[in-house]
């Protein structure tokens, strides 16, 4: 009898606890079945986003002029590896002269130019690839600037004496230089005649930030410790059809750039395209040391009406940073 | 064959005589052992100073973008040089049938292995990227000149080294049961080498013949080495190295390193080793009339080299010789060619100095004068290149060899002494079977 009691009395409890059980999986119930419809929904929306990102496709002209059609979720943006890299930088643009103009009448030593190239070539303030000289022929003529890049020769002396093929000619005349290759003999350095080459005689400047990227030949970046590095005619601008860094730079239209066969230059200031041998033959066009047989692709028109005062401003002292 | 030298009693008499006198300093002494500590010391500071070049960079050097090459090319050419006289004595007099060249032939072969061998070293101390040394065999382009300058130091050195190694197998044989007092190892090593030798005939026929070849292959390598290395110079477009006769002016001078080296080395080994008997005044003063010679020689391409450009002065050259002549170089430059050319010759006219003590003096006087001659050819061509040097930290403009430098340069000379040492104290130094082959002949024509 007293069990029985007890029971009911334990039933009162059991019917408190079992009514918030039941509430409690009354509850769960709600909360399970929204999360699936959820989910479902959720999962039902992704298959359908899905299934449309597959029905839209793109046209792409492939590298042997064919035009297919591709998904767009299997594009991928193209990054070439060292050996594609490597490949075209010693092919070179098929069909094209490069030439460079400078016309030292418009030259003021902005300088500009150079430091457009160092930034874009990782260089220290007094590593050159262009550099701008104050040049004077003798006592009884007057001082001009001269912006000096490499003149990429066509006949080039430090091609020739390169032992591993480290520094080589390209179709579209550029010489270039293949860090990667190069042993560090300085051969080249002792063979040019406009000094145009420098060495990296300590870890580049830039050699920690650019360490994980990838080498490109036509940029010569990453700059590499007890190799050469040298002015590239912006090759890895002129891929993409733009002006080299030093020619966009100039504020005063000291550069024209161009292709040889073509024979139209273009000024890196006012964009203005010009025929390239009417440029030469009505400004007395030279070459430097042209006696020296290097050919060099880089002209320069004298400095002569110049409309501005030749002032050398004050002198930069450059300090070697190691 | 009857009556022929090799197997006349006296051959071997006389053979047992001079090995005698010359294995009595051939070995491991207490002394060599002290030098040697002394110059492997020394090697190692100059190890550890390349190291830092390694680390940092050639940055550590003087060089920089004007002036690229300097103390390190410098010495290369002057190692070159040197090397080169194992060719002037062996080939040229030897061939030319000089007999008293036979007991300094092997002591101008130690010279000539000794300086070809570092001379590939130094040149990799100067590159920038040593690691990539086998690129030059992998990728190598036959047009520049360094790729003909390696093979053909490279065929130097082995033919050089042949040259020392080939007609020692008989002295080899004959010191094998003789050398006392010295490690097993030693005689063992020299069984080995003697490649069972027995004084036969007929390998001392094969061997003359082994010898002839290549002593004649010697002259145009060793005239290839040292005009290719001009060349290293004399192509390119710079005033001071733009010259039609580098080649040949480098090679005469290069008879003049080389010479001074052989007396040197002429002078201790005959003190240390006790071989006056061998290495006779006779030979200092034949040996200096040689110096005479090529002295003369190499004053007459001074005088074309300097005073064919000097009397056209084209702006350039201008440049160049006026810092020679009376410029920041001048001091050097007068002192090399009076002192280390001019007055040595002149000196060396009088019997009285053909001595060998005054012939090591002046030896010693115009080696270094050689080693700075290299030092002027190579690097003041390069501080007034055609374009003016500009926007550029002061230490672009000057060159100015750094203390690191210096001692890695040392480390190539510490070389030459170990390796000259080791060849001269392992081996016998004198060509014993030669002379006891002379001094037999000598007396069974008597007979």
């Not at chain 2, 027995?198 to 080495?225: C, D």
Request: proline share 5%; hydrophobic share 45%.
């Amino acid at each position: 009898m007293a069990s029985k009691k007890k029971k009911k009395e334990l039933t009162g409890i059991e019917e408190i606890l079992e009514s918030s059980r039941r509430d409690f999986l009354k509850k769960v119930g709600i909360v399970g079945a929204a999360s699936v419809a959820g989910g479902a929904a959720v999962y039902s929306g992704y298959r359908f986003e899905k299934a449309k990102k597959n029905e839209e496709t793109v046209k792409v002209l492939t590298e042997d002029n064919r035009l297919v059609e591709i998904p767009r979720d299997q594009m991928k943006d193209y990054k070439p590896d060292l050996k594609v890299l490597q490949t075209r930088g010693r092919e070179g643009i098929p069909g094209r002269r490069w030439v460079m103009v400078i016309d030292l009448s418009k030259c003021r030593n902005a300088r500009k130019c150079v430091s457009a190239c160092q930034e874009a070539h990782h260089l220290r303030p007094y590593e050159y690839h262009i550099n701008t000289l104050v040049m004077q022929e003798s006592v009884s003529t007057p001082e001009y600037f001269m912006p000096k890049p490499c003149q990429h020769c066509d006949n080039p002396p430090c091609v020739s004496v390169c032992p591993v093929d480290a520094t080589y000619k390209r179709q579209d005349g550029i010489v270039l230089i293949d860090n990667e290759r190069c042993i560090g003999c300085r051969f080249c350095m002792a063979a040019c005649p406009y000094s145009a080459r420098m060495f990296h005689w300590r870890e580049p400047v830039a050699a920690v930030q650019d360490q994980e990227s990838e080498y490109d030949v036509e940029l010569n970046v990453p700059q590499k410790k007890g190799t050469i590095s040298k002015c590239l005619f912006s090759a890895d601008r002129l891929r993409d059809g733009i002006l080299p860094y030093c020619v966009s730079a100039c504020p005063n239209g000291v550069f024209y750039f161009g292709d040889e066969n073509e024979n139209a230059v273009t000024n890196g200031t006012t964009k203005e395209t010009v025929n390239l041998k009417e440029l030469l033959e009505q400004n007395g066009g030279y070459r430097l040391m042209a006696e020296l047989g290097t050919k060099p692709r880089v002209y320069y028109l004298p400095p002569k009406n110049r409309i501005f005062e030749f002032e050398k401003g004050p002198e930069t002292e450059y300090k070697e940073i190691t | 064959m009857p009556g022929s030298v090799f197997s006349s009693e006296k051959y071997r008499e006389k053979l047992d005589s001079i090995s005698a006198d010359v294995l009595k300093n051939v070995g491991i002494s207490k002394g060599f052992i002290i030098w040697m500590g002394i110059l492997f010391a020394a090697l190692a500071v100059c190890i550890y100073a390349y190291s830092l070049q390694l680390k940092t960079g050639l940055g550590v050097t003087g060089l920089r973008d004007v002036t690229s090459w300097g103390m390190y090319i410098a010495n290369f050419v002057f190692f070159v040089a040197t090397s080169l006289v194992g060719m002037l004595i062996s080939c040229v007099l030897g061939l030319s049938g000089a007999k008293w060249v036979k007991p300094i032939s092997r002591i101008a072969e130690i010279i000539a292995v000794a300086f070809a061998a570092v001379a590939g070293l130094v040149i990799i101390s100067d590159m920038g990227r040593p690691d990539r040394l086998p690129y030059v065999f992998i990728f190598g382009r036959v047009q520049s000149p360094i790729l003909w300058d390696v093979s053909v130091v490279t065929t130097y050195f082995v033919l050089s080294l042949l040259l020392w190694f080939f007609p020692m197998i008989p002295d080899l044989a004959a010191a094998k049961d003789k050398l006392q007092g010295q490690p097993k190892f030693l005689s063992k090593a020299y069984e080995l080498l003697s490649f069972r030798w027995n004084h036969n005939e007929m390998q001392y026929k094969i061997m003359a013949q082994g010898v002839r070849i290549l002593l004649i292959l010697i002259i145009p390598t060793a005239f290839a080495i040292h005009t290719v290395t001009s060349w290293l110079f004399a192509v390119t477009p710079r005033a001071g190295w733009d010259s039609t006769i580098f080649g040949p002016y480098f090679i005469s001078g290069a008879f003049v390193s080389g010479t001074a080296a052989v007396i040197i080395a002429m002078y201790f080994y005959r003190k240390s080793y006790n071989l006056s008997k061998y290495l006779t005044d006779s030979h200092f003063d034949k040996i200096g009339k040689v110096f005479i010679l090529v002295s003369l020689l190499y004053i007459y391409f001074n005088i074309n080299e300097f005073l064919v450009p000097g009397y056209k002065l084209k702006t350039a050259d201008a440049i160049h010789l006026g810092e020679l002549f009376t410029g920041e170089y001048a001091f050097l430059f007068w002192g090399i060619q009076i002192f280390g050319l001019i007055i040595p010759v002149f000196l060396m006219l009088f019997r009285s100095i053909r001595k060998p003590l005054p012939m090591l003096l002046i030896s010693i006087v115009m080696l270094a004068a050689a080693w700075l001659k290299r030092y002027i050819i190579v690097v003041p061509p390069q501080a007034h290149p055609y374009l003016p040097v500009q926007n550029v930290p002061v230490e672009w403009v000057v060159y100015k060899p750094t203390v690191i430098e210096s001692l890695v340069t040392l480390a190539s000379i510490l070389l030459v002494l170990i390796i000259v040492t080791l060849l001269s104290k392992l081996f016998p130094v004198i060509p014993m079977w030669e002379l006891a082959e002379e001094e037999a002949e000598k007396v069974l024509k008597e007979t």
